[in-house]
């Protein structure tokens, strides 16, 4: 079929009838080079629309079929012939794009030709829906499911000149990223420049499609240039072509690579000004070029990163959220070394109920755990047989519990523990030799034991490799006082709260403010348990004659008296994340700094939006949203709150908006609440928008990353 086409030059008759149709119209003296340039724009738009409705008039047909329910022959009619005509139209803009000779001809030749035999398929399918008869009844489906097919392999063929080779299944893998095994003579451009540019540019500059007349396959082509000219600076004082397009905003037309394509990382553009400063040399080695703090930072983030955690998260799975939550129950956190990751930490530390059961759950995923914390917890002896299931452990903490050198023989068999903490246990001299059968150990806290100085400097002078944390006991002296511990049932309460402060120095002295004001010696002196009874933020400081203030304990206290008939989730969060759904905003019930302990709802990449109905129309002016950052995590506060009002549930009218600075660089843990304060308003029904950066910010480890936002009570007021 296609050499038919092929042999009768369908393109020319294609164009001579675009021209003709323009001229009918009166608009030939218009027809110029930028005229045709615009209708051939529209391609990327047109070709979508016959694609679309030619499908789902098969699914109609074969609905129709399967159901034994006759489809209307006007529907049927209707939705062929909108298809066959977008389908003219598309051909008549493709034709037209084609002309700017940015694509390879062999595929564009097949794709244009597959494209007409399709347009004149629908046409003649349209015929035959027409033209009643028995072989027409019989071969109208068949036909119908050959025309989807040509459609489909025509939308390939597109999709590889547009987006590159393999667009459709996934053979042009975008999302690699340049790793080396090392730099140690590396050539610069065949080893780190050329990788970059064969993913981040080569897709849209090759032998196949050349945007801007520009191939980027090799360094003759590069320094060739394009039809804009040499992409290279031609002197000291410019950029050149490349970096200055490399460095529009993202929104300009000409930034490169384009928006909708996977972006250069902040060390790739790094990368490529430092080589492109040294002459964009093709024969130079890192150990030619003089590399900076900056370049040297970029290059080094090249590296493989070969640890056997990077390993292990090749091959292993994400652990499920229902053995965390499980976990939860029996007072054990666990959360993802970083966000998504499939390792986890593992915290049981202060627990003095540890059980074998407890290990039995922690076993069902041993393979996960690559740091365990038992700090001041119960495990002994007869639990530390359960500590040789966990293969993977890199990190094991059991200080301040009752183990002994009979615990510590099944220490042992870790085959990939870096770090033991065991201070202020009853372990001897007898475990230095049992850690010293540990090859991959670096570091040992064994302060406090029964291990006495001397022995220890002589253990560490036969074991040089292993590093022995020896601490004086003024090390653990109090310097400083630290801040009371201010203790409530809960954070929420509807219509007063008893709040209670503590010290472990029965003759130090506490004062707090109940107004969000900084406390000192001059504010309230705690004597007894008080009450709130309004929303509070109280701070509280300790304070000892000769010591001075302690540093500020800060707790925030909401009242919350409204009853809320309906949450409605107006975006979806990410199925990982989902706690109660839209319960969760107004449960009376506060996340924990865990993101894992299902109490927060996350979203990955975009804003939250909900809808919150009340019991009865009540007069409010405020709102207090709770939020969450974990920056390593990928987790980032909010940056702006919008609040709507309505009294019928369907005309909305915005009342408040506020935006929040972006995050400093931080690596920190914490939440916090968002408050909006608003004009009094009576309102039925609140629809609340909280705004996410989106993405990972510049100084963050992975930029440009999609950020998530956690949010967890709504408390309105």
């Known amino acids: 079929m296609f050499l038919i086409f092929q042999q009768v030059n369908i393109f020319g008759v294609f164009q001579l009838l675009s021209v003709h149709f323009l001229a009918l119209c009166g608009n030939f003296q218009l027809l110029n080079f930028n005229l045709w340039q615009m209708m051939g724009n529209f391609h990327p738009l047109l070709v979508h629309l016959p694609i679309g409705i030619f499908l789902f008039g098969f699914a109609l047909e074969c609905f129709s079929r399967f159901k034994k329910i006759p489809l209307p022959q006007q529907i049927s009619a209707f939705t062929l012939a909108t298809a066959a005509g977008f389908a003219l139209f598309s051909v008549i803009s493709g034709l037209l794009l084609a002309q700017d000779g940015a694509y390879n001809q062999d595929n564009l030749s097949l794709h244009r030709n597959m494209g007409i035999a399709f347009t004149l398929g629908a046409f003649g399918l349209l015929f035959i829906q027409q033209y009643k008869a028995v072989w027409t009844t019989k071969a109208f489906l068949p036909l119908y499911a050959i025309l989807v097919l040509l459609l489909s392999i025509t939308g390939h063929y597109g999709g590889n000149m547009t987006h590159g080779e393999g667009f459709l299944f996934g053979q042009n893998d975008s999302s690699s990223s340049l790793s080396i095994a090392s730099l140690e003579n590396t050539m610069v451009y065949n080893d780190l420049v050329k990788p970059v540019l064969d993913l981040k540019c080569v897709a849209c500059h090759n032998e196949k499609k050349t945007e801007g007349g520009l191939l980027m396959t090799s360094p003759e082509w590069l320094l060739k240039g394009g039809e804009h000219g040499p992409i290279f600076p031609t002197n000291k004082d410019t950029l050149g072509t490349l970096l200055t397009r490399v460095h529009l905003p993202l929104e300009e037309k000409e930034h490169m690579p384009p928006k909708s394509k996977k972006q250069l990382s902040s060390q790739e553009i790094v990368l490529l000004e430092w080589w492109i400063q040294n002459k964009a040399c093709f024969d130079c080695s890192t150990a030619n070029l003089e590399a900076n703090e900056k370049v040297a930072l970029a290059l080094q983030s090249f590296l493989e990163d070969n640890s056997p955690i990077k390993q292990w998260e090749k091959t292993i799975d994400p652990v499920p959220q229902d053995w965390i939550l499980a976990l939860a129950s029996k007072g054990i956190t666990a959360y993802p070394i970083t966000f998504g990751h499939p390792m986890v930490i593992v915290n049981a530390r202060g627990k003095q109920?540890?059980?074998?059961?407890?290990?039995?759950?922690?076993?069902?995923?041993?393979?996960?755990?690559?740091?365990?914390?038992?700090?001041?917890?119960?495990?002994?002896d007869t639990l530390a047989v359960f500590l040789k299931n966990f293969e993977h452990l890199l990190k094991l903490q059991i200080p301040q519990t009752p183990i002994t050198d009979k615990g510590m023989e099944y220490v042992k068999s870790l085959d990939h523990l870096l770090t033991i903490n065991a201070f202020a246990t009853n372990v001897t001299s007898k475990s230095l030799d049992i850690i010293s059968e540990i090859n991959t150990l670096e570091n040992a806290y064994l302060t406090d034991t029964q291990i006495n100085k001397n022995t220890m400097e002589a253990f560490v002078a036969k074991n040089g490799k292993l590093r022995l944390h020896y601490i004086s006991e003024d090390t653990f002296a109090q310097t400083a006082l630290d801040p009371p511990t201010i203790l409530s049932k809960t954070d929420f309460f509807r219509d007063s709260l008893a709040i209670e402060m503590a010290y472990v120095f029965e003759n130090a002295s506490l004062f707090y403010t109940l107004d969000g004001s900084t406390p000192d010696t001059t504010s309230i002196k705690y004597n007894r348990p008080f009450s709130i009874d309004k929303t509070t933020v109280l701070k509280a400081v300790t304070y000892m004659e000769g010591w001075g203030l302690s540093a500020v304990a800060e707790a925030d206290f909401k009242k919350s008296n409204i009853d809320y008939s309906k949450v409605e989730l107006l975006e979806i969060p990410n199925e990982k994340y989902t706690a109660n759904g839209g319960k969760s905003l107004v449960d009376l019930k506060r996340g924990s700094t865990n993101f894992v302990d299902g109490m927060w709802l996350g979203f990955e990449g975009k804003n939250s939006e909900a809808i919150l109905t009340l019991s009865k129309s009540e007069k409010v002016n405020s709102m207090a949203v709770g939020t969450l950052s974990a920056p390593a995590s990928w987790i980032f506060y909010p940056i702006g709150l919008e609040i709507f009002s309505?009294?019928?549930?369907?005309?909305?009218?915005?009342?408040?908006q506020q935006s929040y600075s972006p995050e400093e660089p931080n690596n920190d843990v914490k939440k916090k609440f968002l408050e909006i304060s608003f004009p009094e308003v009576a309102a039925t029904h609140l629809k609340v928008v909280v705004k996410s950066p989106l993405k990972n910010p510049e100084w963050h480890p992975n930029p440009g990353g999609k950020s998530w936002i956690f949010i967890d009570e709504i408390i309105v007021d």
Do not use: H, R
């Not at 407890?358 to 700090?375: A, C, M, R, T, W």
């Not at 005309?651 to 408040?656: L, N, P, T």
């Open 646 to 656: 309505s009294n019928n549930g369907i005309d909305y009218k915005k009342i408040a």
């Open 353 to 380: 109920n540890l059980t074998k059961k407890d290990f039995k759950l922690l076993k069902k995923y041993q393979e996960n755990i690559v740091e365990i914390n038992l700090g001041a917890s119960n495990m002994n």
